[in-house]
Nanobody
Framework: QVQLVESGGGLAQAGGSLRLSCAASGVINKINSMAWYRQVSRNQRELVANINSDGVTNYADSVKGRFTISSDSAKKMVYLQMNTLRPEDTAVYYC???????????????WGRGTQVTVSS
C-alpha cells in the first residue's frame, strides 16, 4: 500500500521560511504528478502548487513568487520551499500524488496525513 508522509512543518515568523518534504513508500510504477494542498476551511483544501512528470509547475496566485515546488522522482519525494511566509499561510499542508501502482492499472490519487504550518505575525 502506498503511503505518503509529510515533514518539515512547524512555527515560523512572518517573513521567515520553511521547507516541507513528502516521502512516498510502497510499490509505485509511475508518478504522474505531485502536489501540495492546504486546508483553508473545514471542508475545503486549496491547491498550493503542483508539478507533473515533465517538471511543469503550477502555483496558486497567493503563493507565486514566494513558494517553490520541486521533486526528486528517483526518491519519490516532493518538496515545498516556502519563503516570505505570511500569517495567512497558516494551515495544515497535505501532499498529494497521482500515480500508478502497477503497469496497466489506472492512476490513483493518494494523500498524506498533513503537517501543520503556523506563521506568527
Amino acid at each position: 500500500q502506498v503511503q505518503l508522509v509529510e515533514s518539515g512543518g512547524g512555527l515560523a515568523q512572518a517573513g521567515g521560511s520553511l521547507r516541507l518534504s513528502c516521502a512516498a513508500s510502497g510499490v509505485i510504477n509511475k508518478i504522474n504528478s505531485m502536489a501540495w494542498y492546504r486546508q483553508v476551511s473545514r471542508n475545503q483544501r486549496e491547491l498550493v502548487a503542483n508539478i507533473n512528470s515533465d517538471g511543469v509547475t503550477n502555483y496558486a496566485d497567493s503563493v507565486k513568487g514566494r513558494f517553490t515546488i520541486s521533486s526528486d522522482s528517483a526518491k519519490k519525494m516532493v518538496y515545498l520551499q516556502m519563503n516570505t511566509l505570511r500569517p495567512e499561510d497558516t494551515a495544515v499542508y497535505y501532499c498529494n500524488y497521482n500515480l500508478r501502482v502497477l503497469y496497466g492499472n489506472p492512476a490513483r490519487t493518494f494523500w498524506g496525513r498533513g503537517t501543520q504550518v503556523t506563521v506568527s505575525s
